[in-house]
């Protein structure tokens, strides 16, 4: 979908917040995945596989701690949202206070039950973790909390349209930590000191733009009624199809990691670490412009301008999505080995990892569409559903395939997701094809010319043709998205 000259002031705000947030989430993604690159090699070196797998845990864990929200994140964001909609800063205020409270009770209790397991012994046991294992994983659920509550609190610029503003934050914490972990492990450190150098560097950015964005603030005082135990009860059971999403999520993803380490051990379930978050450049980047459509939706009213919304979404998604399922297809299992040079992947390595992508992507889309759209029960069921299916495929996957069998097998849930697709549709005045398939048309002959270059790049065995394809498809997106704003 094209822009016109004639889009309101701010349907352009929205379409520049849009690239913005592409922009960083890209630039978070690119630092995150810079980290994983470059310090692999040394890791492997200093820890060995089993040290790996164990780090690989930990920053499973990391992504899995989002299970402590109980929605609250969601809610906050669409609370305050509507609080902006309504101008009612009293309601923003307490949407912000109550969020918050709620947020570091329920961690609280986490952190406690975290201590417990790791004491029993049984989280050493079901995980087979290497000595000392335990306080690797314990310390990161506390960093962790620490810094999924300062995210939290930074929620008003996410509901001011400012959603970008986070992710700068984030991508120049994930920078420093590259060097600042990459001199630890030169040092010889332990697992465990560079969790702790890592996580602080991503707070303490986060803590730098709440002081700068005046957030403390808009915090009400602690004597009025949002900090009272009764309200805790009543944020969870508000929040609990936005929690049910947040489970979703983490079972079909990162869960799967301590999943692969039940059935192999913590070495093979570092190997999947390492493929799951490079899917994650479908997943997560390629359709982060779905995170700015979750406000943006929910504070519109006409129909017309929701399709508009909802379709530029969508096709930005796409344009992201589709080229990187492209690269991983063709030359996934090639670019496994730049890193895991010894190690033996099956054909269809790469073709697992574009489709799980893929499938992550059109999920996310619709459970954050669904929200903005208030369609947020049915997603959330359809959501649980599908985690269940690809936990359940993903095992049986693995006993048949291995690592690409967890990967295929892990996303044949994502067909669920189709009944909430079809709402969202509907609530933008089309048909499933029309808001989901016959979108993408525009985009037909660029994908086409990166699918043949990959393939291209695929049956050769130069370096540089390989990387040179993928700088091609690089190009052809930059192409495109221009398109998408002439």
């Not at 390629?286 to 017309?304: P, R």
């Not at 903005?372 to 993903?394: D, T, Y």
């Not at 996957?397 to 549709?425: E, H």
Request: charge should be positive; aromatic fraction near 10%; charged fraction near 10%.
């Amino acid at each position: 979908m094209q822009t016109t000259g004639k889009a309101s002031p701010a349907h352009h705000e929205y379409l520049r917040e849009l690239f913005r947030n592409q922009i960083w989430q890209s630039a978070n993604f690119a630092s995150k995945a810079f980290f994983l690159l470059l310090l692999t090699p040394l890791m492997l070196k200093h820890w060995g596989a089993d040290g790996f797998g164990l780090f690989g845990l930990a920053s499973s864990l990391l992504v899995s701690m989002a299970l402590t929200d109980g929605g609250v994140r969601s809610l906050t964001r669409l609370r305050l949202a509507e609080a902006l909609r309504n101008s009612d800063e009293a309601e923003f205020r307490r949407a912000l206070g109550e969020g918050l409270f709620t947020f570091v009770t329920v961690l609280g209790f986490v952190i406690l039950a975290v201590i417990g397991l790791a004491a029993s012994g049984w989280m050493q046991t079901a995980l087979q973790l290497p000595a000392g294992g335990s306080l690797v994983l314990l310390v990161t659920v506390i960093l962790t909390g620490g810094s999924l509550t300062t995210l939290l609190a930074l929620e008003p610029l996410a509901a001011r349209g400012k959603l970008s503003a986070v992710k700068a934050a984030n991508s120049w914490g994930a920078l420093a930590a590259i060097p600042i972990c990459g001199t630890a492990l030169w040092m010889n450190g332990s697992v465990l000191v560079v969790v702790i150098l890592y996580s602080l560097c991503m707070i303490i950015p986060n803590l730098i733009l709440i002081i700068n964005a005046g957030i403390l603030s808009c915090l009400p005082p602690w004597k009025e009624s949002c900090y009272r135990p009764a309200v805790i009860c009543r944020t969870l059971r508000s929040g609990v199809w936005y929690y049910a999403t947040t489970i979703a999520l983490v079972i079909k993803t990162h869960a799967l990691t301590f999943v692969v380490s039940a059935l192999a051990g913590p070495a093979v379930a570092g190997i999947f670490y390492f493929m799951l978050r490079l899917t994650e450049i479908i997943a997560n980047v390629g359709a982060t412009a779905s995170e700015t459509s979750l406000a943006s939706l929910a504070s519109t009213e006409s129909t017309a301008e929701r399709r508009q919304k909802f379709n530029h979404c969508w096709l930005y998604v796409a344009l992201f999505c589709l080229p990187a399922a492209l690269i991983f297809d063709f030359q996934g299992k090639w670019l496994l080995h730049l890193w895991f040079v010894h190690q033996s992947f099956a054909w269809m390595t790469g073709l697992g990892m574009a489709i799980f992508g893929l499938a992550g992507a059109f999920s996310r889309v619709v459970v954050n569409a669904s929200m903005g759209l208030r369609l947020i029960k049915r997603a959330a069921l359809s959501n649980l559903a599908e985690a269940a299916i690809n936990v359940i495929f993903a095992v049986i996957g693995y006993k048949l395939a291995g690592l690409p069998g967890v990967l295929l097998g892990g996303c044949l849930g994502v067909l669920v997701m189709l009944l909430p697709a079809k709402d969202i549709a509907a609530l933008c005045g089309e048909s499933f094809s029309g808001a989901f398939v016959r979108s993408l048309s525009s985009l037909a002959a660029g994908m086409g010319i990166i699918a043949v270059t990959q393939a291209g790049a695929a049956l050769t065995h130069s370096v540089v043709l390989k990387f040179g394809a993928i700088a091609l498809a690089g190009v052809m997106v930059l192409i495109q998205l221009r398109r998408l704003y002439r």
